[in-house]
């Protein structure tokens, strides 16, 4: 048989509202968890949340602290799956600690190959 084709993150920004997200955030009771690497500390939150929209991963809510920013991201890929996401970027080490809880069938590798990769454009 046909290898399946690959999958793509394809979320329009603003389908998951914030009573919507933490509604699934409580209802999801396993969570994955990933550290990838960054570029380094953020460049400030809106370049975060506009390198992330690109790869079609949106911010539903961010915060900038003294160590870290925090943000909470989603996306869903062309199969129906749901990613959430709560995502640290530490400010004193190259690295981001994501929390991630998913719907359906989920592929969490690309989703964290995903983030990844934008938060590394952000250096």
């Excluded at 929390?99 to 952000?122: N, W, Y």
């Amino acid at each position: 048989p046909a290898a399946p084709a690959p999958r793509a993150l394809v979320e329009a920004a603003g389908s998951v509202t914030g009573e919507a997200f933490q509604a699934a955030w409580g209802r999801i009771p396993k969570e994955e968890t990933a550290t990838v690497t960054t570029a380094g500390p953020p460049q400030g939150t809106d370049l975060v949340d506009a390198m992330l929209a690109s790869l079609n991963v949106h911010t539903m809510a961010s915060g900038d602290l003294p160590d870290h920013a925090k943000f909470f991201v989603y996306a869903r890929d062309d199969r129906g799956a749901l990613y959430l996401c709560q995502c640290i970027v530490h400010k004193t080490k190259h690295a981001a600690d994501l929390t991630i809880k998913v719907e359906g069938d989920a592929d969490v590798g690309l989703f964290v190959g995903v983030v990844e990769s934008g938060l590394q454009a952000c250096g």
